[in-house]
């Protein structure tokens, strides 16, 4: 039997935490990163049978690498807190692993969802995305080192896409939304303040107007109505306030006192298995 590890890392999200890890309950075992987690996720993690790692990562290369370390089996699932499996997906991942592997990776669809809505064109930039490789052999995805999106490394060869899907919260409402793209910003600036990435306004805006026309347009996002529209016009904005946000942590540490130094970005790539 081909064991499956689930590998949640959660950050004070315990009013979603206990949905996603009962639909995990098809894996041979799962792991929980707390990284500084002030609620109930460790306690609600562990009566869930789950095994829990606690601890301070300032990135999120470092929390997935961390929990890769702990997990034993031969395949990992990757799932985020606000995402869900259901039932079909359990089957089918269960399915492929059991026959013989058409690959070392996988890519899962992801079906976003604000509320109720399901918004499935138009995703581009940070706040989503349609397709990640979250089913992988152990030892063989590492992370470049960010707050935010961490670049996947990969060895070993694609097995393709499954067909079923993750679905994935991103917020109640609208306001949800937006509240997702003030978290995310904020991350990806300090993320930026740590490289001293500079850009100008107009490089910005411009890079979001691309990233509008990308998703809206290229994408298929006008085929979503309004919802379409918003997620098109968020995205655009991500770029141009991650820069302004970055500017003024520049400008912050800047004028910090000598002995205060900002904590510097790692510079290798984390998250490879020696096993």
Known sequence: MVRLSALVCVQNQDAQLSACLRKLSFCDEIVVVADRCTDRSQDLARRQGA???????????QRKAAGVEACSGDWILEIDPDELVDAALAWEIRAVLQMRPAGDWYNLPIDNFV???L??????GALSSRSEP???????KAWEPRRLNAPPVLAGRSGGALKGAIRRSLGRD????????????????????????RASLGASVLSGVATFVRGYLGRGGWREGRMGLLTAL??????????????DLLAARSTAP???????RLPEVVGLAAR
């Open 51 to 61: 095994i829990v790692i606690d601890g301070i990562f300032p990135l999120e290369s």
């Open 115 to 117: 509320g109720e809505t």
């Open 174 to 197: 609208v306001g949800g939304l937006v509240e997702r793209l003030n978290r995310l910003t904020a991350l990806s600036a300090e993320d930026l303040a740590d490289a001293d990435r």
């Open 119 to 124: 918004v499935r064109e138009g995703w581009a």
């Open 134 to 140: 979250r089913l992988y052999k152990r030892g063989l």
């Open 234 to 247: 968020l995205s655009a904005l991500f770029p141009v306030l991650t820069q302004m946000r970055a500017s």
């Open 258 to 264: 000598a002995d205060v130094a900002p904590v510097a």
